[in-house]
């Protein structure tokens, strides 16, 4: 992976623990229902932000590779693998 997007992921990944920890507390504190769920909402968000840039770097440096080395199939595969657990959403 490269290190700036490597970077960027690990600062998003705990920025969305503290999330997590911020609603944890909300919960604990009964704070108003609706107050938790825009910060679930932010949270979930959060979470999309790093599948996409995993995503992309996925398809910019492994896809590629494995494009321009034969592997096609194992390509297709992966991709569709992907788009697959996107659309259960």
């Known amino acids: 992976m490269n290190k700036n997007v490597k970077s960027k992921v690990v600062r998003r990944l705990k920025t969305i623990e503290g ?20 910060q679930t909402s ?6 999309s932000a ?15 590779e494995q494009m321009k080395g034969g592997s096609q199939a194992k390509a297709i595969r992966e991709i569709l693998s992907v788009y697959k657990v996107s659309k259960k959403k």
């Open 19 to 38: 999330q997590v920890r911020g609603l944890q507390k909300l919960v604990e504190n009964d704070t108003y229902c609706i107050d938790i769920i825009t």
């Open 50 to 64: 790093v599948e996409d840039a995993m995503l992309e770097n996925h398809l910019s440096t492994h896809v590629v």
């Open 42 to 47: 932010a949270v979930r968000s959060a979470l």
